[in-house]
């Protein structure tokens, strides 16, 4: 039997940009921007249902004028205050709470979240596990 239920996704957008042979990072609010289109279409490239919770830090937050752009309403963006990685440990946080049995991927390279998501039972996979999946 497989499991149907929705799964959570929470892209690290700084960490997946930076990380790119291409030389994105150089544009942070381009590249940002560029990332968000490309993860609309994520959901329809996975085996199973995806939320996907993409949490923007510093410059990049210019990159995406979520209320008035249509074109991101497939995704939740969380514009980090301080911290991308304290903004992505209460994204996980609170869904443990809600669902501790929901599977959580957090996209990150960062060791230090983690370790900060696995100890709440969350799972990291490396941002090239998405960047093939929106490059295929």
């Known amino acids: 039997m497989t499991d149907d239920r929705v799964q959570l996704i929470v892209v690290d957008a700084a960490n997946v940009v930076g990380s790119r042979p291409d030389g994105w990072w150089r544009d942070r609010i381009g590249a940002a921007g560029r990332l968000l289109v490309k993860l609309t279409s994520l959901d329809k490239r996975l085996e199973r249902p995806a939320e996907v919770v993409v949490v923007l830090e510093g410059a990049a937050k210019a990159a995406v004028a979520v209320e008035t752009n249509p074109e991101f309403e497939s995704?939740?963006?969380?514009?980090?205050?301080?911290?991308?990685?304290?903004?992505?440990?209460?994204?996980?946080?609170?869904?443990?709470?809600?669902?501790?049995?929901?599977?959580?991927?957090?996209?990150?390279?960062?060791?230090?979240?983690?370790?900060?998501?696995?100890?709440?039972?969350?799972?990291?996979?490396?941002?090239?596990w998405l960047l093939e999946r929106l490059e295929s």
Do not use: F, Y
């Not at 709470?97 to 957090?106: G, K, L």
């Not at 900060?116 to 990291?124: D, M, N, S, T, V």
């Open 75 to 128: 995704l939740r963006v969380v514009l980090a205050e301080g911290s991308g990685d304290d903004a992505i440990v209460d994204v996980v946080a609170a869904a443990v709470e809600e669902d501790s049995n929901r599977s959580i991927a957090v996209v990150t390279a960062d060791r230090g979240l983690r370790d900060r998501i696995e100890a709440l039972g969350a799972h990291a996979v490396g941002p090239r």
